[in-house]
């Protein structure tokens, strides 16, 4: 079974810049996640889709983050214009549904690694 | 408050030892608890759901008290390859998830 797909890898931009990561879920999952993962601390979650709508926004810096999740199924992270705080590993990820249940887990992508200079 | 708290660490240890990791969580409607183990530079990844009653998988033993909000990792005849960071997860009104800040094993040969 596939993985959750993320792009790119990495990428370095300039403060002030605008940079966009994709996400592909696991087939089937219909709930998905983009948490910020700065050096030294635990994965924070930015965003919450289950299906195309969104669940959970709270912690997003709506004044320069977005998301999309268009047919419910692949995602874009936008961030503009970046600052350097921005610097962090941007991780996908996904589950079979929102309510958590016996056996309900998440599945992270590789993440996309930020550097912001 | 931290919604979810972690020992601060790192943990050295040696090869052969026991190591415990406690986690405390500040939401009691929380119902849903995991660790996940993150090595450097990778994704987390799931290590073991942790249920009321206490559950153990080979060397790796979860424990969950509700009355106190803490949950506990034990790894017992540590391996070199049990050097990650070890990631205390609850769940938030059963919509999705909270990750503590990690805790850093190394295992020293």
């Known amino acids: 079974e596939a993985g959750v797909a993320q792009s790119p890898r990495y990428k370095i931009i300039e403060k002030r810049q605008s940079v966009a990561f994709w996400c592909n879920p696991i087939s089937g999952h219909a709930t998905l996640y983009w948490y910020q993962q700065i050096l030294g601390q635990g994965p924070k979650l930015l965003i919450q889709?289950?299906?195309?709508?969104?669940?959970?926004d709270s912690q997003l810096p709506k004044d320069r983050f977005s998301a999309e999740r268009l047919k419910g199924v692949d995602s874009t992270l936008k961030i503009q214009p970046a600052k350097l705080e921005d610097s962090a590993v941007y991780l996908c990820?996904?589950?079979?549904?929102?309510?958590?249940?016996?056996?309900?887990?998440?599945?992270f992508g590789e993440g996309s690694w930020l550097t912001v200079v | 408050r931290k919604e979810v708290e972690q020992d601060p660490g790192p943990f050295n240890v040696p090869e052969g030892a026991t190591v415990a990791f406690n986690c405390t969580y500040s939401n009691s409607a929380s119902q849903s608890f995991f660790w996940y183990r993150q090595d450097c530079r990778k994704e987390p990844k799931l290590l073991m759901s942790?249920?009321?009653s206490g559950n153990e998988d080979g060397r790796f033993t979860a424990q969950l008290n509700r009355a106190s909000q803490y949950i506990s990792l034990l790894i017992r005849d540590s391996k070199l390859s049990d050097s990650a960071t070890y990631l205390c997860v609850a769940d938030n009104y059963g919509q999705n998830f909270v990750f503590g800040p990690g805790t850093r094993l190394s295992v020293l040969p």
């Open positions: 942790v249920y009321s």
């Open positions: 889709f289950q299906n195309n709508g969104v669940v959970d």
């Open positions: 990820a996904s589950s079979l549904a929102a309510a958590t249940f016996s056996g309900n887990t998440i599945y």
